[in-house]
Every structure is written in structure tokens, then in C-alpha cells.
């Protein structure tokens, strides 16, 4: 929205709003805006959300045994602490005209909806359990399903439909309309990939942001003409404004983590873990890194393999390959701390990040 001051004729002639006009400037500025309205909502948000639920989440039974001791009484839903920051931020420095911008918001805003009625279910009905696991991915299918095929609108013909392969020049594989399979599976898959991390204190956000702030780098190479040449990777018009929405998660992010060091003081529940992992996945479709999230997002994949090997393994076997799945939990059992693993985790996430990053030069 402010972006459209720099448009003006009589404010662009002064200075600091041309500024508006730059893409680093508004990033930047979205960090710290949705920073800001995080630090202004979010205390009365937990004390609303605090009074509303009372005995706040009901935790897992099956879950680690600590838990029951150390979480009872923690709200969830915190993930509004991230979405209202983060979606408000984005309105007011993003370009408005650009598709992919709504996109995402639409991503963002249908997984965070489905999210806050699965976390509501939990608190309403006093369950560890929410909606049906069929009924969850139904949604979220379908959802992405949606998101993919409009973003193949939006793409110029040549790529729409295609498929990035890293480490080789321009490498695209002409997938049609079964790429919207492909790019289905990358947002659903990444949207629980993110809500299966979200189990210990900080766990999940810290390598959320990590990865939103990697693709800020590769969003605003992929939509630069000139940097996407040097690069040789698709160059995609118009994705670089996708830099201020991840941004601004960045910083909403930031503002939320704030509140959820240990001990939280909030869940971010699937209201806050579903929109991330999606926004991230679709975020990589739109820059043709569908490939490149799952070594950047690396932490996500492994603790999604873990619990499906744990699943196949005792179903086959009646065996688990771990102690408790996802695997953090497999860490907590061997008696790591709680700090212990996340801030190894965040370390994790931090280097498969700058191997991610690598891939944009390794051609």
C-alpha cells in the first residue's frame, strides 16, 4: 500500500519516498513494521487468548511424560501472534498489483483458517486431537491444488508447468498440468513438514524464519533479470516482491519468538505451523526452487521421514526405529534437554540453508 506513494508525483520528487520504489527498502522496512505490531498486539493477544481457553492446549498423552507436567495451562493458537503481524505488514509495503503477492496471501490465509479451526476443535473439545487427519489433507490438497494452478496462470507459458532441476543450466522438465500435482504436494508437504517440527519450545519458527529469510535472497535473484542470467536459473517477473512478504514473516517471526522461548508463554499450533509451511512451499513454486526448499527446509523433511518410517516400520514390523517420533522427541527420550535440542536443530537448519543457497551456483 505505501509502496504507491513513491507513484505519486509531487511525493516523488521528495527523497525518502522514492525509497518506496526499492524493493531492498521495502523488504527491510516490512521486518521491522511487522516486528513492531508484534511487540504492540501480542501481550494483550496472549492475555485474550489466555482468559478465552483456560486450561489452554490439551497436551498428548502418548507424548514425552514431562510435557504433561512442564505445558499444562500453555494457550495455543499463537500463531495469530504470527499472521496478524506478518499479513499486516505485507498489505502495507508489498506491490498490491502483483498476482503472486495475493497468491500467497490466499495460501497464507486458507491454511492459517484451516489451522485456527483444527487448533479451536482441540480447545473446545478438550482433545490432543483435532479434525480428521482425512478431512485435514483433504483441505490442504485442495487448497494448494487451487494455489498451483493460479500460479501457472500468472507464469509466463514457458514456464508454466515446468519443473527446476538444480546443479544443471536451466533445467526445466515440461510437466503440464501434472505439475499442479507436483506443486500440491510441495505446499501440502511442506505445511506439515513444518506443523510435525512444532513440538518443543522454539523449535519450529526459528528454522521457519531461517528458510523464509534464504528465500528472500532467491526470490529477489529469481525475479531480477540480470542477477537470474549470471545465475542461469529461471528468471521469474515478478517474484521479487515475494521478498517483502517473506520479510515481513521474518520479522513477525522475531516477534513471536519473543513470547515462545522457553518456557513458552504460547503455542504457535497448527493456526501458526500450517500457513508457515505452506507459504513456504508455495513460495518455492513460484520460484521454480521447488528441489531447493527441501535442502533449505531440510529439518522439515527429516523430522516428517522420521515420523513416516516410525509409522511403516511398526505397522510391517511392530518394531519403532526410534523411541518416540517426530524425532526431537526421539532426542528428548535419550535424555537431551529441551534447549539442548533446539538450539542443535537451529544450527541444523542453518547449515543445510547456506547449502541450499550453494545450489544458485552450482550449475
Known sequence: MLYYLSLLTHLDQLAFFRLFKYLTFRSGAAVMTSLLIAFLINPALIAWLKLRQGKGQPIRADGPARHIVEKAGTPTMGGLLILIPWVGSTLLWASLSNRYVWILLLVTGAFGLLGFLDDYYKVTKRTADGLSGRTRLLIEFAAAFVATW????????????????????????PLGLFFILVGGFVVTGAANAVNFTDGLDGLAIVPVMIAAATFTLIVYLVGNEK?????????????GELAVFLAALVGAGLGFLWYNAPPAAIFMGDTGSLPL???????????????????????????????????VSFKLTGKRVFRMAPIHHHYEQLGWTEPTIVIRFWIVAVVLALAGLATLKLR
Do not use: C, N, R
Open 277 to 311: 509451511g505452506g507459504a513456504l512451499g508455495a513460495v518455492a513454486v513460484v520460484a521454480k526452487h521447488e528441489i531447493v526448499l527441501a535442502i533449505v527446509g531440510g529439518l522439515f523433511v527429516l523430522e516428517t521421514v522420521s515420523v513416516i518410517v516410525q509409522v
Open 227 to 239: 542477477f537470474s542470467a549470471y545465475l542461469q536459473i529461471p528468471y521469474v517477473d515478478g517474484a
Open 150 to 173: 493460479l500460479i501457472m496462470q500468472v507464469e509466463i507459458p514457458s514456464l508454466s508447468g515446468m519443473l527446476a532441476v538444480p546443479f544443471i543450466k536451466t533445467a526445466l522438465l
